[in-house]
């Protein structure tokens, strides 16, 4: 068994290596050179005031809708439909891969060798953790790069380069080496000293490293994928920093990131606790964009920081993560005293039976699907709701949502919209808009954009 495995992890990263080998050059970032941004579309005519100033927004949100190509549609539907499967995949996958570590030996085996190492015990659990990632990143190197390269570049999501994605990979795998280790090595430190009320311990453990990571990523990790420079467009800066200033939000000035470099989406967002807090648009966004448009979504981001939505996700994390470890501690001591003689795994505290707790956690995770994507969907929804308010772009803001319709299924069902989505459906978002300028023609018509 112990060759067999060998030499699949050989061919799995000679297979991996390989396709590096063949990699196609990275696709450049847009260049910063000057351009004319565009304007905002044509409003369709249902989406437009009658002249006695009223507007249906049934009518124009179909009318918004209607504007998407049937095969546009087709194709983002497909892919966004895809993506539920792939819900289900990574979840067995990680139960395969996991079992296979435990039932084969490897795992027990590759503890007694980090015990090996060294005779401090949090350094058998780092040694562990390291080998443990790079032999999962290995084995579920096929389904890795489907899902985030193939897939990606077939449905038109990027056109970078392997060698980007390749990039981005191993940086993101040394990431997780260092930090998850450190996670690690603390909850089982915690395990092994109070045994009975290490659920407890390790939540407030986990929910301060959430919380660190929040205030670094921003600064330390973000730019180590993508570079961040100063947007310099005073077409750009001037209404978005009053905007920011008018809501609370103390930066003067905006980062552009050059995320074509890794996908063709638009995005934003307002990052960082603790004065690291920074507005960031990608350079999609800015290339691809109306001022209207840009206004909307960037308006959408500052309502996430205004509404505290970081420190409320940060109560809900604590409440997630209790109920996750304590269902885990059962489950845990459970395949513990099942299992053992196999696995050759000690008690629950043994770094060997990290696989078991991976298993768990992947499971209980999907089966928590729903509840986690509604408890976000409801954020985003009270960060549209902002952001209309905030920016008076309710046509922006519409179309700024076709623009996210490349990759996020714009009709769905409602079960569809409860079980899968983490941000409501295009549908819901562009009939708030139209619902809330039919409410509001004065302050649309005294927009800057609207024509």
């Known amino acids: 068994m112990r060759r067999g495995f060998r030499s699949l992890l050989v061919a ?18 847009y260049a910063a050179t000057p351009f004319v941004r565009p304007a905002l579309a044509a409003i369709p005519a249902a989406a437009g005031f009658d002249s006695s100033g009223h507007l249906d927004p049934e009518a124009a949100t179909r009318a918004y809708l209607d504007l998407v190509p049937a095969d546009k549609r087709a194709s983002s539907n497909k892919y966004f ?21 435990l039932f084969s030996g490897f795992s027990a085996r590759l503890r007694d060798r980090a015990e090996r190492v060294t005779r401090f015990r949090w350094i058998h659990t780092w040694i562990y953790f390291a080998a443990f990632v790079l032999v999962s990143t290995v084995l579920s190197a096929p389904l890795t790069w489907y899902e985030g390269f193939y897939r ?22 040394l990431i997780t080496v260092l930090l998850g280790g450190l996670f690690v090595a603390c909850l089982y430190a915690l395990v092994r000293r109070l045994p009975n009320t290490w659920h407890l311990w390790g939540t407030a453990v986990t929910v301060l490293f959430i919380i660190l990571t929040a205030m670094i990523a921003p600064v330390y990790l973000a730019p180590l994928f993508n570079t961040y420079t100063t947007i310099q467009d005073a077409d750009v800066t001037g209404p978005v920093l009053r905007m920011a200033h008018a809501n609370g939000i103390e930066v003067n000035k905006l980062f552009e990131v050059d995320a074509s470099r ?9 990052s960082g606790l603790f004065g690291t807090t920074r507005i960031t648009l990608n350079d999609n966004l800015l290339r691809t964009a109306s001022l209207p448009e840009i206004e909307a979504v960037t308006g959408h981001e500052m309502g996430h920081y205004v509404l505290n939505h970081v420190a409320k996700s940060v109560v809900s994390s604590v409440l997630q993560v209790f109920l996750f470890f304590t269902i885990l501690r059962a489950w845990l001591g459970s395949m513990q005293r099942r299992w053992a003689p196999r696995w050759g795994t000690r008690a629950i505290d043994d770094v060997a039976l990290l696989p078991a707790a991976v298993l768990a956690i992947s499971v209980i995770s999907l089966l928590f699907t729903p509840i986690d994507k509604t408890l976000t969907r409801t954020q985003e929804y009270e ?22 319709g490349q990759y ?34 004065e302050a649309v018509k005294a927009c800057a954009g609207y024509p």
């Open 81 to 101: 439909e895809g993506g539920y499967w792939l819900l289900l995949w990574d979840a067995l996958l990680t139960v395969a891969i996991s079992l296979l570590l």
């Open 262 to 270: 890794q996908t063709t989406q638009v995005s934003a967002n307002v």
């Open 152 to 173: 990606e570049h077939i449905y038109n999501q990027s056109h970078s380069g392997y060698g980007v994605w390749l990039h981005d990979q191993l940086v993101g795998l």
């Open 408 to 441: 996020r299924k714009l009709d769905p069902t409602p079960l569809e919209e409860f079980l899968f989505y983490d941000h409501p459906s295009g549908h819901t978002r562009i009939r708030a808009a139209m619902r809330w300028k039919s409410q509001n023609a």
């Open 383 to 404: 960060a549209d709701m902002y952001g209309i308010n905030a920016s008076r772009q309710p046509d922006g803001f519409a179309q700024s949502m076709l623009k996210l």
């Open 12 to 29: 799995l990263t000679a297979l991996f290596l390989a396709h590096a080998a063949v990699a196609a050059p990275a696709t450049p970032a």
